[in-house]
């Protein structure tokens, strides 16, 4: 039976299991993120402080379209806290309007962002990390590991 530590689901036909990490599995998903970020600076990828500064001095991301990013999250939570207050449908609609076109300009810039900075030295160990996380942590029924091998995931 699922506890509030694991949920159920069913994956080709089987069911599966995934559970909170143990102290021991989330350590080893530390020692992994550890070794990926060291061979990730080791082959010339860079932490995203340094991409952060290249990307500055060239210019292709800076700290007026960083404030914008600020500036939008603040003005899509008014937008809802607007919305929620007012009692007009058309006044709700116009509202809600307004939040979906800043919504969506935020994402615009937010993609813009991720799709210069997904290439960090971090973003490759984050996704090590998670990757041996959900290797760890998804289980079949029997309670055994769902992929033998980590080179299975």
């Known amino acids: ?14 069911e599966l299991r995934i559970i909170l990490p143990t102290v021991r599995q989330a350590n080893n998903s530390d020692i992994v993120y550890s070794r990926v970020y060291t061979e990730s600076i080791k082959n010339g990828i860079l932490p995203r402080a340094l991409l952060e500064k290249e990307y500055r001095e060239s210019g292709a991301w800076d700290q007026e379209r960083e404030d914008k990013l600020t500036d939008l999250i603040k003005v899509t939570q008014g937008d809802i806290i607007k919305v929620q207050g007012l009692q007009s449908k058309e ?16 994402e615009k810039l937010y993609i813009e962002k991720n799709t210069l900075f997904q290439h960090s ?5 984050e996704s090590a990390r998670m990757a041996n996380l959900l290797w760890q942590c998804v289980i079949k029924e029997d309670g055994s590991l769902y992929w033998s091998t980590e080179d299975l995931f």
């Open 1 to 14: 039976m699922a506890n509030q530590k694991e949920k159920k689901f069913k994956y080709e036909e089987e």
């Open 121 to 125: 030295a971090e973003t490759k160990a």
């Open 91 to 106: 006044e709700k609609e116009l509202s809600y309007q307004d939040f979906l076109n800043h919504k969506l300009e935020y």
